[in-house]
């Protein structure tokens, strides 16, 4: 079976420029969540969804950061204007049951702002 | 807010040498995640701890979930360079959240 998705896989912009990640999670998978990682903060989740439903958002740093999940197979980080300190690698992770089963990540969005 | 504080931070061993990581929780968990991330790849879970004073183990990694579940422990036995990476626990609430510790950075010598 195909894992969680995401593209693209590495992303060098410049500061200013819109950045659009995209995440497929496992079919059949109700919760869909996003990740940032890096080694100041470590692994912070930004936002998670049930059914399509964003339900916590507390972890979206600031207004420039927006999620978007239109239909179960689909969902969308979006940064808009980039800043070097957005650099990091963005996980989208999806599950059953949310937090009472198992994870799955994909293998990253490696973004680097300059 | 509730926290996962993870110990230590960084950890070398020679190869052979045993290794433990620790996780506690300000806050008692529904349920306690261990996952391992290789060096450029991503998370991956390892097991899932439930219930009060829970012990599994996986071939040389034991893992624990305290009596109040607030605390876990990983510790692998005979560590192998096989074992590098960083080991993350992450505690579950009732919320749905699941709250992740910082890790703990293995670094193996042969």
């Not at chain 1, 060098?12 to 990682?37: A, N």
């Not at chain 2, 991330?37 to 097991?47: A, E, K, N």
């Not at chain 2, 876990?72 to 560590?79: E, R, V």
């Amino acid at each position: 079976d195909a894992g969680v998705i995401q593209s693209p896989r590495h992303e060098v912009t410049e500061m200013g420029q819109e950045v659009t990640l995209r995440c497929k999670p496992i079919s059949g998978h109700d919760y869909l969540f996003w990740y940032r990682q890096t080694m100041m903060r470590g692994l912070e989740l930004l936002i998670y969804f049930n059914n399509n439903v964003p339900i916590d958002d507390s972890g979206m740093p600031e207004d420039r950061f927006s999620a978007k999940m239109p239909n179960a197979s689909f969902s969308t980080l979006k940064i808009q204007p980039s800043e070097p300190r957005d650099s990091a690698v963005y996980f989208c992770a999806s599950s059953t049951l949310g937090a009472e089963n198992t994870i799955y990540f994909g293998e990253g969005s490696w973004l680097t702002v300059v | 807010g509730q926290q996962v504080m993870q110990i230590p931070q960084y950890q070398h061993v020679q190869e052979g040498e045993d290794f433990t990581t620790y996780c506690n929780s300000s806050t008692t968990l529904s349920n306690i995640q261990w996952y391992k991330q290789r060096p450029g790849g991503h998370p991956v879970f390892l097991i899932q701890l439930v219930k009060s004073g829970e012990v599994k183990k996986q071939k040389r990694l034991t893992f624990q979930f305290g009596e109040a579940k607030k605390n876990s422990s990983l510790h692998i036995t005979a560590t192998q360079t096989t074992d590098v990476g960083t080991y993350f626990c992450a505690g579950g609430s009732t919320l749905g959240r699941l709250y992740f510790g910082r890790g703990t950075q293995l670094t193996v010598w042969p």
